[in-house]
């Protein structure tokens, strides 16, 4: 049976309650409901087709409505769904692992979970208990960590705990355990702070000050690496992620790498850390780890970490956390098929050209007076729209001038997504040169729109 768009619009607008969504305003709208996709395209109800520009909240791979990935899906549903790994193994998750592990050479061992937010919180769980395990009374205070501005690390409490986006978690506050922020080198907001190798040498050296002040407290030291994405891609300049690899090695606290964004392709490397050569305690993967099919993370560590849980059972050192569909098994043989398909299709060098190619055509957006910077670390793009490229000001959020844009891209075929002033475009990594030069033109044509009506 198919039901109308009249009907699904009442039914979702009746029942559906959106994330990160104000319900009153989007009541007052159409909504978007998607019914199929195919390669880097989105099929709404009604029949319209419009580019992924968002990869479906920065997930999909290979493009919607894959053989090789559905051909993966349907073995596996046809021998099992789902069991437990509390207690037992399970065929698909023995070979994800061992499969992530020989791609990370250094780390050892995968805990699975399910969305970004639960690797964050099991990573921070892992270093804390990590340093009880070790020594309870040495490390009696290793209880705080360390994270930068504007951090987002996902909406569990945990993860709020180590997030520095006021607007999202202010109200949270009385909830959460301490942390203790440092500066993140955002080039274009600091004026008055030199250039890129003054700005990354200052916030390097805040985060020294932190650590000299207060190592013995600091657990760990979480970070996106090379791009804050929810920030409004962020893109930290070179040097950045490995002086804080640098500074955690010399005050002896653990590296947390946050991939979950940045991984399995999406700047450019497989994995971000390997552009400067980082090798970090912890690593949080999630969002493309299925190439947009299915919730998966994971948590991966080292050996070292690893053993400092291991004892006897009466030594309380096990590491007491899982959830319900830990390691199912449908997520992780498309996970794996996923990685197979990237190796296969040469999927990570093709992002790195159609990376090239795409800043190129993103300068002629430059010319539109409410563009005031561009940031891009390969198919990770933010836009940032301002009132006046001089002053930098941004509009008052009232405007709503980003979600008017994107309403307009909609409307051209194009789906994006704003955060706060900044336009995202973080396309199906699959996308072809000619689909992104059309997407960026659709992007031209709905900020010049907007540029002309706020005049
Ligand atoms: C999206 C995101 C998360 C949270 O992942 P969910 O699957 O939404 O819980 C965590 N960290 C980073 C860097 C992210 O971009």
């Not at 690390?153 to 942390?179: C, N, Q, W, Y």
């Not at 791009?227 to 090695?249: D, S, Y």
Request: net charge negative.
């Amino acid at each position: 049976m198919k039901y109308s768009y009249e009907q699904l619009e009442q039914w979702d607008k009746a029942y559906v309650w959106h994330p990160f969504t104000q319900m009153k305003t989007y009541v007052q709208e159409r909504p978007l409901i998607i019914e199929r996709g195919q390669g880097s395209y989105l099929f709404d109800v009604n029949g319209n087709k419009y580019l992924d520009g968002y990869a479906s909240l920065w997930v999909n791979v290979h493009g919607h409505n894959d053989p090789e990935l559905n051909e993966a899906l349907h073995m596996q549903i046809e021998t099992i769904a789902h069991s437990t790994l509390l207690g037992s193994a399970n065929v698909p998750s023995i070979l994800l692992a061992k499969k992530l592990i020989e791609l990370w050479p250094g780390l050892s061992k995968v805990f699975y979970s399910d969305t970004g937010a639960a690797a964050v919180e099991i990573a921070l769980k892992m270093a804390y208990q990590y340093w009880k395990n070790i020594d309870p009374v040495k490390y009696a205070a290793k209880n705080k960590f360390v994270s930068l501005k504007e951090a987002y690390h996902g909406d569990t409490v945990g993860a709020v705990s180590v997030g520095g986006m006021d607007l999202f978690h202010r109200i949270f506050k009385p909830l959460l355990f301490e942390r203790i922020e440092v500066p993140s080198p955002y080039v274009y907001r600091m004026d008055g702070y030199g250039d890129e190798v003054e700005i990354v040498r200052y916030c390097l050296q805040q985060l020294e000050d932190v650590l000299e002040r207060e190592h013995e407290q600091i657990a760990g030291v979480i970070v996106e690496p090379l791009v804050q994405g929810a920030a409004g891609i962020i893109t930290h300049p070179k040097g950045f992620l490995k002086g804080i690899e640098t500074l955690c090695r010399k005050y002896g606290v653990l590296l947390i790498c946050d991939e979950v964004a940045v991984g399995f392709g999406r700047t450019g490397t497989l994995f971000a850390c390997e552009q400067e050569d980082v090798h970090p305690d912890i690593v949080c993967l999630g969002k493309g780890i299925t190439g947009g099919y299915l919730p998966l993370a994971a948590t991966l560590t080292t050996e070292d970490v690893y053993a400092a849980f291991l004892g006897d059972v009466d030594e309380d050192k096990t590491f007491y956390h899982g959830h319900t569909y830990t390691g199912n098994q449908l997520s992780c043989s498309v996970a794996l098929k996923n990685i197979e398909l990237i190796e296969k299709r040469n999927l990570v060098e093709n992002v790195r050209k159609k990376a090239e190619k795409l800043a190129k055509k993103l300068e002629m957006l430059y010319e539109i007076p409410i563009v005031g910077d561009i940031r891009q670390k390969g198919l990770m793009t933010g836009i940032e729209i301002v009132q006046d490229q001089n002053t930098k000001q941004i509009f008052p959020r009232s405007e709503m001038i980003e979600h008017r844009i994107i309403l307009e891209a909609r409307k051209r075929g194009l789906i994006i997504r704003p955060l706060g002033p900044v336009l995202t475009f973080i396309p199906v990594l699959a996308m072809t040169e000619e689909q992104m030069e059309t997407a960026v033109n659709i992007l031209f044509d709905s900020i010049a729109e907007m540029a002309k009506a706020v005049r």
